[in-house]
């Protein structure tokens, strides 16, 4: 039920559910290390969404090039790569996705630091399924509001603090 209303899903009259205008989500996981790609595997399953790997930016590129997808999970272990290059890499792709950087640990100067390479958001690598899901969920509808898509997730209005 969630994922419909997450989605944008409509039923139509034999039960199936339609997309309305909106892109299937999808993940784009740029890793070497099988344990987090077989992890996204399954937590991408769960949710009902596609799922491709790249083993390097430049694979990445040809893959999106054909094959876009919105939301991209980019290792910072990547051997023989400087993260903070990779998301500027990534960032210049076509439709913009949303980068996650999967890392060992968080902290405010990393997710700063994210931000200012444009990527999305850090997740650390060790998330729980819960954890990984609402990352990637956030990800994806954030892109959908980038591109004005409907996803008919009624996002509350953005409150304005009151001034003091």
Not at 135 to 151: D, I
Request: aromatic share 10%; net charge positive; with cysteine.
């Amino acid at each position: 039920m969630w994922i419909s209303s997450i989605f944008g899903a409509a039923r139509n009259g034999k039960g199936r559910c339609q997309a309305e205008k909106a892109v299937r989500p999808g993940i784009l996981v740029i890793t070497v290390d099988d344990r987090l790609y077989y992890w996204l595997f399954s937590i991408s399953i769960d949710i009902g969404w596609s799922i491709r790997r790249a083993r390097t930016v430049e694979e990445a590129r040809e893959d999106f090039s054909s094959r876009p997808m919105p939301v991209v999970v980019y290792d910072e272990r990547l051997p023989r790569a400087d993260w903070r290059n990779g998301l500027r890499r990534l960032s210049a792709f076509p439709e913009h996705p949303a980068v996650l950087l999967a890392v060992p640990e968080v902290d405010e100067d990393l997710w700063q630091t994210v931000l200012r390479c444009q990527g999305y958001d850090v997740v650390k690598r060790s998330a729980g399924g819960n954890e990984w899901m609402q990352m990637l969920r956030f990800a994806w509808l954030s892109k959908e509001e980038r591109a004005g898509r409907p996803h008919n997730g009624n996002p509350a209005p953005c409150a304005v603090a009151p001034s003091a």
